[in-house]
């Protein structure tokens, strides 16, 4: 159980496009999900929270109009990466947490690897 | 503010070694603490959390940690590493379970045969 999905696992893409980034819950409905982001051979850091139905809560640094996220249902958020540059290449990791089962715990998805040329 | 260290970047040890992964955090208040596994390329898998109760805490694959408030440490433990725990390995606080996490640096466990 507390199976969390993401698509794509990698992506490329030319500088200047947008990009996409779906985080699911398979098994169990998650009231809060978390996005954070890792660069190579560093620590996750925390980007936003959002809540299923609510807007999201940004970190400080991090901007809400180029990183867009909808959580529009209890299975579903994404991250959008607007008009991307290479500088947002970058392993980004989604976690989920249940209203049941372990609230105490965020369950990670397997990231997605986000490549911009 | 909560913060994490993680005082090793990397930990050599041979199969079949005992390890130990060393995890300090700073909190003015109660905190909740985890550790998690990250192998490459891949998102992070929970070993093992405290939240109250015993200080000794078993995880999965035969890991364990001990919570120390004197000395707001929680250092994980195995009595004998495989190959295949080789990983990063990361120490996580948060102030109210299940929100928000605050990760240290990380640690690459690297077992040698």
């Known amino acids: 159980g507390a199976v969390v999905s993401q698509h794509p696992s990698r992506v490329i893409c030319k500088s200047g496009t947008s990009v996409k980034i779906e985080c699911r819950s398979l098994?169990?409905?998650?009231?809060?999900m978390f996005w954070y982001r890792q660069f190579p051979k560093q620590s996750l850091m925390l980007m936003a929270t959002?809540?299923?139905?609510?807007?999201?809560?940004?970190e400080q640094g991090v901007e809400k109009d180029k990183f867009l996220i909808n959580h529009a249902s209890l299975t579903l958020s994404t991250l959008t990466v607007t008009s991307a540059h290479p500088e947002d290449s970058s392993f980004y990791i989604c976690s989920a947490r249940g209203a049941w089962g372990d609230p105490d715990t965020q369950y990670f998805g397997p990231g997605t690897r986000l490549t911009v040329l | 503010a909560q913060s994490v260290t993680q005082l090793d970047s990397q930990v050599p040890v041979f199969e079949e070694a005992p390890v130990e992964l060393r995890c300090n955090y700073s909190?003015?208040?109660?905190?909740?603490l985890f550790w998690y596994v990250q192998y490459p390329n891949q998102g992070l898998q929970l070993l093992l959390k405290?939240?109250?109760?015993?200080?000794l805490v078993k995880g999965i694959n035969g890991f364990e940690a001990e919570f120390n408030k004197s000395q707001t440490s929680f250092h994980l433990r195995k009595p004998s590493v495989h190959i295949s725990d080789t990983a990063e390995y990361f120490c996580?606080?948060?102030?109210?379970?299940?929100?928000?996490?605050?990760f240290g640096g990380g640690t690459r466990l690297m077992v040698k045969p």
């Open positions: 996580a606080v948060t102030l109210n379970a299940g929100n928000m996490l605050t």
């Open positions: 098994d169990f409905q998650a009231t809060t």
């Open positions: 909190s003015s208040v109660s905190v909740y």
């Open positions: 405290y939240l109250s109760g015993s200080t």
């Open positions: 959002s809540n299923e139905g609510s807007k999201a809560t940004y």
